[in-house]
């Protein structure tokens, strides 16, 4: 019976009849799990470069006179994947089409009503007094006075933009005409004089008609303006150009 009891007892006390330390042992020669490194929570994805957001178009507007071929030739090499269309302007209707996103910018005529709008002057405009080709005032060689214009019949037409008066003149005993394309005729027919920006008479340069230069005569600043609720990438992008800033440089 002892011998039987002491058996007994020993395999309770061992359970799996195990030698007492095994599992101890066992034990001490486990390695140690390796601590696992925090992983980067993922952030934001990038946002997308510019040049995919740009739009397919860019409007620029531009009033008569206006000469952007420069700026746009640059355009044309920066911004290959979005083409610039070029609208004309009347001056009457250049705020219009600002505020109304008829264009994304345009290249205005000063002086402008700013509210709501982003103006950078650019550069002025010498007024010319545009006389037939036959005329006497061609015989100055560069510039006129306004005394040189006593006695001339100043056409002043609808959509002119110096608002000019000269005392000494005489006006016109006909209606003004419609726009300057239509009183620069009039004035090759012989009748009268008609003062406009210099680029102006450029544009509508006629073989019959001359011009020159009218010293102390209104100045004329061409600007560029957008709307100051849509100034986008693309304006971004012309602006900077305008300004002349290079592909690699900052905005600034």
């Known amino acids: 019976m002892a011998k039987g009891g002491s058996r007994t007892g020993g395999r309770g006390r061992g359970g799996s009849g195990k030698r007492p330390g095994a599992a101890s042992a066992s034990s001490s020669k486990a390695k ?38 420069r700026w746009i030739d640059t355009w044309k090499e920066r911004m290959p994947q979005t083409s610039l269309e070029l609208v004309p302007l009347e001056v009457a209707d250049q ?23 982003h103006v950078i002057p650019l550069y002025d405009e010498v007024p010319v007094v545009v006389c037939a080709k036959d005329s006497h005032l061609t015989a100055a060689d560069d510039e006129l006075d306004a005394a040189d214009l006593v006695g001339e019949v100043l056409i002043v037409p609808q959509d002119d933009v110096l608002a000019i008066r000269l ?25 009268g004089i008609v003062v406009v920006p210099m680029s102006v008479a450029r544009l509508h340069h006629r073989k019959d008609v001359d011009y020159r230069a009218l010293r102390g005569g209104p100045i004329s600043t061409v600007a560029l303006a957008w709307s100051a609720e849509r100034t986008t990438p693309t304006v971004d992008a012309f602006v900077g150009i305008v300004r002349g800033r290079t592909a690699n440089s900052s905005r600034g």
Request: glycine content about 12%.
């Open 95 to 117: 705020r219009h089409a600002l505020l109304g996103g008829e264009v994304d910018a345009a290249l205005v005529r000063l002086p402008l009503d700013k509210d709501g709008l």
């Open 167 to 191: 005392p000494g003149t005489i006006a016109p005993r006909f209606a003004p005409p419609a726009d300057t394309g239509e009183a620069i005729a009039t004035v090759a027919a012989g009748v």
């Open 32 to 69: 140690p799990a390796k601590a696992r490194r925090p992983q980067p929570s993922p952030g934001p994805s990038p946002a997308p470069p510019i040049e995919a957001a740009m739009p397919a178009t860019f409007t620029l507007g531009a009033i008569p006179g206006a000469t952007p071929g």
